[in-house]
């Protein structure tokens, strides 16, 4: 297993448009999270899964937002119609959740990088 | 809610060792941990404390007051390659992500 993967690496995309992002996490991983990063700043969360469903959604996530892992394996972020404001770099992360609701393995992909122009 | 303060900068010198703080305001408390970001990368683990005191892993060592919701991470013998961004992050029971402070960003002088 290579990680926590992320496709593509950079997107660069008209304001308006809608843009997609892919992510693999590890494989025996069964929470997925996004997280949102813009310069300077660290990572702040979006919406996590465990296993197909999606547990939680932030109010960072407006409607224009989507996300979906349907198999419980690869998720998907869909941003329809684009703004500026919504560049950033979009991490994806996952891990284990075990007894007592710990934590293991929290790992981080390296992002896809979102411009909007 | 929960909140993270971390200083947005800290410069070092090569060699030297640098203690980067952080202190947290949570409704409960899991642990503090300490990830790593170069420009470009994805953050990376480094250390975590559930409960009071020192966590040593190498060069880096990780130190936690719950009493004082304060915790550091320390970097000794300073290497040119620890140029990155550290940030501290908590996670409440209850409460199944974990939450970043904005990150201290390390400069290295040689």
């Known amino acids: 297993d290579t990680g926590v993967s992320q496709d593509p690496r950079h997107k660069i995309t008209k304001r308006g448009q809608n843009v997609t992002f892919r992510c693999d996490p590890i494989?025996?991983?069964?929470?997925l999270y996004w997280y949102r990063q813009t310069l300077g700043q660290g990572p702040e969360f979006l919406t996590y899964?465990?296993?197909?469903?999606?547990?939680?959604k932030s109010r960072l996530l407006s409607d224009r937002f989507s996300a979906e892992r349907p198999k419980g394996s690869f998720s998907t972020l869909e941003i329809q119609r684009t703004e500026q404001g919504d560049s950033a770099m979009y991490l994806c992360?996952?891990?284990?959740?075990?007894?007592?609701?710990?934590?293991?393995?929290?790992?981080f992909g390296s992002g896809t990088r979102l411009t909007v122009v | 809610g929960q909140s993270l303060e971390q200083p947005s900068e800290v410069t070092a010198v090569e060699g030297a060792i640098v203690q980067i703080n952080c202190t947290y305001q949570?409704?409960?408390?899991?642990?503090l941990s300490w990830y790593q970001q170069h420009d470009g990368g994805a953050p990376t683990f480094l250390s975590y404390?559930?409960?009071?005191g020192l966590e040593e892993t190498g060069r880096f060592s990780s130190f936690l007051s719950r009493s004082d919701s304060y915790g550091y991470l320390l970097l000794q013998e300073l290497q040119m390659k620890d140029s990155a961004s550290y940030f501290c992050?908590?996670?409440?029971?209850?409460?199944?992500?974990?939450?970043f402070g904005k990150g201290t960003r390390l400069h290295i002088l040689p």
């Open positions: 992360a996952s891990s284990t959740i075990g007894q007592q609701g710990a934590i293991y393995g929290y790992t």
């Open positions: 494989s025996e991983h069964n929470r």
């Open positions: 899964f465990q296993n197909e469903a999606q547990l939680e």
């Open positions: 949570t409704s409960g408390f899991y642990g």
């Open positions: 404390n559930a409960l009071d």
């Open positions: 992050a908590v996670r409440s029971p209850g409460d199944d992500k974990i939450i």
